[in-house]
């Protein structure tokens, strides 16, 4: 069986959201992280369920500046 990477897990949860940006299925909400208490803006999906709004969470935008956050793989 092949090694997956981070990104080949969360590749079907991508293309979900890409749908989602399509068909102007999404929303920026203001949520707070349990962990710590900090403020995050969160994408989120919005599902229509039996006349009732659902919010699926899917990435955070990162606080703080992404360079100083943030390591990229090594090529």
Do not use: W
């Not at 989120?44 to 956050?69: D, I, K």
């Amino acid at each position: 069986m092949p090694d997956t990477t981070i990104v080949q897990d969360h590749k079907k949860n991508f293309e979900t959201l890409r749908k989602a940006f399509a068909s102007n299925q999404v929303c920026l909400m203001d949520c707070t992280l349990n962990a710590t208490g900090e403020h995050v803006a969160v994408i989120c999906a919005v599902n229509l369920v039996s006349g009732e709004y659902q919010m699926v969470p899917f990435a955070m935008f990162l606080n703080g500046n992404p360079y100083e956050l943030l390591t990229p793989p090594s090529p």
